[in-house]
């Protein structure tokens, strides 16, 4: 590039070769851009004219390149910043269903606690109900046999008092 400026244009053809091996080691289109940039401008400036022409062309495809790459690196970008924000936005969409479904979990469960302690009050209500005609039907059977000892019990005073009258009379 110094050569350039200084006007040294056929030093600048001397040295154009290892700066070629220098820029291909380097593999980037940025310096590319730059070596075929001071070639065209020396080509130009020693009228060589399809050399010149060359270069420019290699220089307007790098310049296209790296707008390409740019432009693509950005749409990429924008790609990306897209699909963080449909994500983050899926994230909070089904945040907010869990949050709904935990609701009505909870609602379920309590109704559930409720609906079991109405079952439990039932059974032992019917438990209750069932043990206490057990306990009357008992009183009762208990009752009909005291009832039927006593009979029994009149039934045979009655059958002795006539023996007891017959011996007593013997």
Known sequence: HMYNVEG????????????????????????FRSFNNINYEVSKALNRNGEALYYLEQLKMLNDSILDVERTSQFNEIVEKYENEKKQQEIIDLSNEKEKLMIKNELSASQVRVRNLWLGILAIISLSGIGLVYIIQRQKRSEAENRSLQIEQQLLRAQMNPHFIFNSLN
């Open 8 to 31: 040294r244009y056929k030093e600048a053809l001397r040295v154009r070769a290892p700066m070629e091996d220098a820029v291909k080691k380097l593999d980037n289109p940025v310096y």
